[in-house]
């Protein structure tokens, strides 16, 4: 069927319209109250079109259209049909990286994990955290001072006895009968649901009650707990307060743009607030910039990925679809959602404070600066979710041929900068053929055994130059030295990915223009490149040796009395009887010297450049 045959018999309902190019693939998506009216408008010769809608009609060579009983429900296709194909000519919605949640799963005695992905699986889920390190924290807080469990057995209370968790006090043992009853269980988990939806106030003012109670009853052991969890839940609510406006939900959006670039900035208030903020970053946005319609595009992709709305949306500009996104978010909520763009007052002043973070986001992201160790070692802290930043990364590498002359390096990066005086060699001693996991596993246990026997301090990350299985090998290396603490993470190389240790079912995707990416890959590489000039080094030094292991009557002893003497097969190639006689004796130095003859007169060049200085390995 024709383009023209296909517009004669357009609906006039509401949907959404996809345009195709000559090879099919979808190009742009939109929504219509009227399909008819509005997939007939591009194909007008007589209607006068922007640069950017005129590049787009261009390109078409096909179209398909879907009908909905709504124009709200059009809304919702397109947004999730955009993120679906991202065709060229529509707002792509991406996110630099996903943030973590807490979750209180849903059995019985729930835990609490730290998760990236909501699903409907009946448990409850708090977040996003940010930054990501924040999520690590809570979890910490919540593990120390509630002590719900972090194990994955089924509690029935039939075991005989605890584990190291309930002894050292981080866990209250509901796993084994009369340590912990159902009650004192449910009381601890409803505490940290509080602490978690935010309601610092009212769980201080019930622990507060509690601790009263139990040192008036004498219980001052536990009266102690409370006290510790008052002040516990007081740092948090702190560090979580950035300021104070209303008592409203609301999301404040702010963008800057240059040319075809835009980043575009989040902030989230819950009760009153700011407890974090999201970024997206755009590299193809087209001329003219339209900025009612940017985000006509951008929000409905935004909430179209999350069950929750607030109960309102500032942005610094209206767009066409305003009053169908408050339909969608009104009817999740339950109630009327308000996109508003104030003019003035407080709330205009919070619409130009993020679009203010914005310019500096887009400055920090697209602009060339200057290198900031510092500041791209607190970064790789907050893409990784680390407790601490990683001041300290000590990277590993092993390198061979075939399984032959198998090595190991490690490198080490300080506040951003190599240090070449702390790189360590390794040969490894133990693997026999082609085994990286096994190798990985002996220089892993061989640095830091040696670092504990030597008291030396341990690093803030180890980094592992491989995928899942290098980085399961480093751990089993660390476990066996009881250093399971230690953050361990391996760059992969076909895709630059990053395994974090724990998420290994979530890794971690940078930017291909990310500086944090930048960092590890050139931690990555200077590993690699030690790594390999020690591999060379080892050949050369078997490859000349191999030369006197032809000799008759030259052991290993006398072979290596010669190399050390000489310094190499091509200088005792060129040495006398005489020269050789006061190390080895005269019969031997006559058989290395008439070897060295008859190779000559064969066609042999022992002319060769001097070898390199022979390094010792760690």
Excluded: W
Aim: charged share 30%; glycine share 6%; net charge neutral.
């Amino acid at each position: 069927m024709t383009i023209d045959e296909k517009l004669r018999i357009l609906p006039a309902l509401p949907g959404c319209y996809l345009h195709k190019d000559g090879s099919g693939r979808i190009i742009y998506i939109g929504k219509a109250k009227s399909l008819r009216n509005r997939v007939r408008s591009y194909f007008q010769s007589s209607r006068v079109f922007d640069p950017k809608t005129r590049e787009l009609v261009a390109r078409i060579r096909d179209f398909d259209y879907i009908v909905t009983d709504t124009e709200v429900e059009a809304l919702i296709l397109e947004s999730n049909l955009v993120k679906v194909h991202q065709p060229r000519y529509n707002v792509h919605l991406k996110d630099d990286k996903s943030y973590p949640h807490i979750k209180i799963t849903n059995e019985p005695y729930p835990k609490a994990v730290l998760v990236r992905r909501i699903v409907n699986d009946g448990g409850r889920y708090f977040g996003p955290f940010l930054p990501a390190s924040l999520a690590y924290q809570t979890l910490e807080l919540i593990n120390k001072y509630f002590m719900l469990r972090t194990c994955q057995i089924p509690i029935d209370g039939k075991l005989e006895r605890p584990c190291l968790e309930y002894h050292i006090k981080r866990c209250l043992g509901p796993c084994v009968k009369g340590l912990c009853s159902a009650e004192e269980y449910d009381e601890a988990v409803t505490d940290v649901l509080e602490l978690l939806a935010g309601r610092a106030a009212e769980l201080v003012a019930s622990l507060s009650g509690r601790m009263d109670r139990a040192s008036t009853d004498l219980r001052f052991e536990q009266a102690a707990k409370y006290r510790d969890q008052i002040r516990t839940i007081e740092r948090l609510a702190e560090q979580q307060k950035m300021m104070v406006m209303t008592e409203s939900d609301i999301d404040i959006f702010g963008y800057y743009r240059e040319g075809s670039h835009l980043a575009l900035i989040l902030f989230t208030m819950r009760e009153g607030r700011v407890v974090g903020k999201r970024e997206f970053y755009f590299e193809e946005i087209l001329e003219p910039f339209d900025p009612g319609e940017f985000l006509g595009e951008a929000l409905p992709q935004y909430y179209a990925s999350s069950d929750y709305a607030p109960g309102e949306v500032h942005v610094p500009t209206d767009f066409e679809d305003l009053p169908l996104l408050e339909q969608v978010l009104g009817s999740r909520r339950g109630r009327r959602v308000h996109i508003k763009t104030p003019k003035r007052g407080n709330a205009r002043g919070l619409v130009e404070l993020v679009s203010k973070n914005a310019r500096l986001k887009f400055d920090q992201r697209f602009r060339v600066r200057r290198f900031d160790g510092g500041k791209l070692v607190a970064e790789l802290q907050d893409a990784l979710e680390l407790r601490e930043p990683p001041r300290r990364i000590e990277c590993f590498d092993i390198s061979h041929i075939q399984g032959a002359e198998t090595v190991a390096s490690m490198v080490v990066c300080v506040d951003g900068e190599m240090q070449p005086s702390e790189y360590r060699k390794f040969k490894i001693r133990t693997v026999k053929g082609i085994d990286d996991f096994a190798s990985m596993r002996e220089t892993v246990y061989r640095r830091y055994s040696r670092v504990l026997s030597d008291g030396e301090a341990l690093p803030s990350l180890v980094m592992i130059d491989g995928g899942k299985g290098q980085l399961s090998a480093a751990i089993r290396a660390l476990r066996a030295l009881e250093l399971e603490a230690l953050p361990v993470v391996a760059l992969a190389k076909r895709l630059e990915t990053l395994y974090v240790k724990g998420h290994e079912d979530e890794p971690v995707n940078l930017p291909a223009h990310s500086p944090i990416l930048h960092l590890v890959q050139r931690i990555r590489d200077e590993a690699h490149r030690f790594a390999v000039t020690y591999h060379r080094k080892r050949r050369e030094i078997r490859d000349r040796q191999s030369e006197l292991d032809a000799i008759p009557g030259i052991g290993p002893k006398r072979k290596e009395t010669l190399l050390r003497n000489f310094g190499s097969v091509e200088r005792l190639a060129k040495a006398s009887v005489v020269e050789m006689k006061p190390f080895i004796g005269l019969q031997p130095a006559e058989l290395v010297v008439e070897y060295f003859r008859q190779k000559l007169e064969a066609g042999g060049d022992p002319d060769l450049p001097p070898p390199e200085p022979i390094d010792l390995d760690y």
